[in-house]
């Protein structure tokens, strides 16, 4: 147990003259604050509980017009009483207090299949934009009571996509009512714009990203494909806005009419790029005039959108030529001069931080304060619990957990007595709380919380093998109801379908991962270009979007592998059991790339823009740049493909080491302007 002497009023008394570390000094506020009646004066609230000296009034009283803010942007109201004939300008008949109930969140009480339902849209967000506030939100529910004993669908794991930069960007901009400004490819003229927007909404359809908001130039609402904006997001943080009062993206985006069935012409070399080939329609319009290059075939296919397929096709480099429309060959070429140009910029100064994307940074004493407010009415309901498990729960290290509580357990009251404050002991490492100051419920959703879980319970809509007995519908009404006003802001934020569109697939695979049974596999590799079979052990399912994958044991190449549905040929149950030991590493998250020991460190530059692929593809470590990008050390185990990846990401990303390697992809992206005239 940590021993207790610096808990006696002498241990506060002398520290007058002593700044008092923000975090500490906000958690005595909001207790003492919470624990008034009649509410507290300034003044008294300056000698109680920051134990100011100084004699300075103005630099006071701009540090707690800050704390009073900071203590309203974590969801506490702080009231402003004044007696009876005076003005709220006289500090000496001014009070304040926080209203015990307003701030906190209501009772929620979910059954096991209401907590199933639940979790799986918390773990939507995982890699994704919201994740941090998705487990924020789960805590918060799960800090006033005990979490059911809930058994998640064997081997499911659905995901929403990381969405890049420009999504956290307009999401923060959106929930604060902040315009933002932006460079647009438009559709309509092919030129870039400048457009200064109010963000009303955000959701996914067709695949892609949208954001709905009031056009500033246009004076109109306006539709912008996130995949279109060739800048990053600026946010007008002085600049403020508010939305119409009865707006909802999913009502919004239903009116979107999906892009026409288009055709294009491509020529491909010949025997390559057989997923590509399968796609191939039949009739060629009456732009193939003429014919392909030697030793190259060419194909008709079918197409909505033209930046898409553009995407794919820059990847491929010289292995394809988009030849009609003039629209499509524009913008490969743009994605690959992007790309080129890039790659041949200067290489900026960098550092190295020595730490992953997404690993927990330093956090402000906001953030380490909104934890503290969450592990209060936790420890209340769970008492006893290892330490260690405690942290777990948080995401901290037990260093970080225990420096939490020291801090806690010096808080309190202004007197500062030793009943007057929060009593937390941990004897053998198991943890108790017998005096927790009217913090034993946890502080109400923030928009972003009740978005995040929100739209994720719409999200799960329609996916297969869902607890049945209404439980998405229930939990849904349950949480609108203890969301309150944050919850109907929820209406600004649609997420992508998950349902998956290979059901035959995914139900035949989620089949083997419960019964421990072998497939067999016919898969198409777009890298290896190569159609294979092989015998696997499942282990689990899990999608991006609804794009589905699924984990396994490959035994013809004795490692684990990820392989995607759509492009599952063929798949059975080859009448063995699974025979391989190695389970899935802990639930989550499911990892789209697997490091190996003999994997080629490659060293990455990414824009503002792509800096979201650092996490995508499991960076070692990142060092940040002045201009917002990264670098980042990634690890791959077929560094073949590398070319393809910095041309499908047209100028977001280029290589930095190994020189080979950086020498490599430029000479493949001269080679693939060199078919479109250099």
Not at 322 to 331: I, K, Q
Request: glycine share 8%; hydrophobic share 40%.
């Amino acid at each position: 147990m940590l021993p207790r002497f610096l808990r006696s009023p002498a241990e506060f008394s002398n520290v007058a003259n002593v700044s008092v570390p923000r975090t500490e000094r906000l958690l005595n506020l909001l207790i003492a604050l919470l624990n008034t009646r009649y509410g507290l004066r300034r003044s008294e609230l300056r000698e109680k509980v920051y134990h100011d000296t100084s004699g300075n009034d103005v630099a006071f009283g701009r540090m707690f017009e800050r704390d009073k803010n900071d203590l309203r942007d974590m969801g506490f109201e702080v009231e402003t009483l004044t007696d009876l004939g005076w003005s709220e300008d006289d500090p000496a008949t001014t009070r304040y207090r926080i209203g015990k109930e307003s701030n906190r969140l209501p009772d929620v009480q979910l059954g096991p299949e209401e907590w199933t339902v639940l979790l799986l849209a918390a773990q939507l967000w995982e890699r994704a934009a919201l994740g941090t506030a998705a487990r924020s939100a789960v805590r918060k529910l799960q800090a006033s009571s005990r979490l059911a004993d809930v058994e998640l669908p064997a081997g499911v794991q659905p995901r929403i996509k990381p969405a890049g930069q420009a999504f956290d960007d307009i999401v923060a901009a959106m929930h604060a009512r902040h315009p933002v400004t932006f460079t647009y490819l438009a559709g309509s003229t092919g030129r870039e714009e400048p457009r200064t927007v109010e963000p009303w909404g955000l959701g996914s359809r067709f695949g892609q990203w949208y954001l709905v908001g009031h056009d500033r130039g246009r004076n109109a609402v306006r539709y912008f494909r996130l995949s279109r904006m060739t800048s990053a997001v600026t946010t007008l943080a002085r600049e403020s806005y508010s939305p119409p009062a009865d707006f909802n993206i999913r009502e919004e985006l239903d009116r979107l009419p999906e892009l026409p069935l288009r055709t294009a012409v491509v020529d491909i070399k010949a025997g390559r790029l057989l997923a590509l080939r399968r796609r191939a329609v039949d009739c060629l319009p009456d732009e193939a005039a003429g014919g392909p290059a030697d030793g190259y075939d060419r194909l008709s296919l079918e197409y909505r959108d033209p930046e898409v397929l553009a995407e794919e096709l820059a990847s491929y480099g010289p292995d394809a030529l988009a030849v009609a429309p003039a629209e499509l060959t524009g913008a490969v070429r743009r994605r690959l001069r992007a790309a080129a140009d890039f790659s041949a910029s200067p290489v900026p100064a960098y550092a190295f931080t020595g730490t992953r994307p997404g690993t927990a940074a330093k956090g402000t004493s906001e953030d380490q304060l909104r934890r503290m407010l969450q592990l209060v009415p936790f420890l209340v309901h769970n008492q006893g619990l290892h330490i260690q498990d405690v942290a777990t729960h948080f995401g901290v290290s037990r260093d970080q957990l225990e420096a939490d509580l020291r801090i806690l357990i010096c808080t309190g009251l202004p007197e500062g007595y030793p009943d007057d404050l929060l009593d937390i002991q941990w004897e053998d490492d198991h943890v108790f709380i017998t005096q927790d100051l009217d913090l034993k419920k946890p502080v109400r959703f923030t928009v972003e919380e009740a978005c995040a879980l929100l739209t994720g319970l719409e999200t799960l809509n329609g996916l297969p093998d869902l607890p049945g007995g209404g439980a998405l519908e229930s939990v849904t009404l349950k949480l609108l109801a203890a969301a309150g006003e944050e919850g109907l802001r929820a209406a600004s934020l649609a997420g992508p379908q998950v349902v998956p569109a290979d059901a035959a697939t995914h139900a035949t695979v989620r089949r083997a991962i419960e019964s421990r049974a072998q497939l067999h596999l016919t898969y198409l590799s777009p890298q290896r270009d190569a159609v294979t079979e092989r015998d696997v052990d499942p282990l689990r399912l899990y999608s991006l979007d609804n794009t589905w994958y699924f984990e396994a044991w490959c035994h013809r190449v004795d490692g684990l592998r990820n392989f995607r549905l759509d492009r599952v040929q063929d798949v059975y149950p080859n009448g063995a059991p699974a025979r391989s030991a190695y389970p899935p590493a802990g639930g989550v998250p499911a990892k789209l790339f697997t490091a190996n020991d003999d994997d080629t460190t490659v060293t990455l530059q990414l824009t503002r823009q792509g800096r979201g692929l650092a996490e995508d593809y499991y960076a070692e470590r990142t060092a940040e740049l002045p201009d917002g990008g990264l670098v980042a050390d990634v690890r791959f185990g077929n560094t073949a493909w590398l070319p393809m990846f910095v041309a499908q990401h047209g100028g977001a990303a280029r290589i930095l080491a190994p020189a080979e390697l950086a020498r490599a992809a430029q000479e493949w992206l001269a080679a693939s302007l060199a078919r479109y005239g250099g």
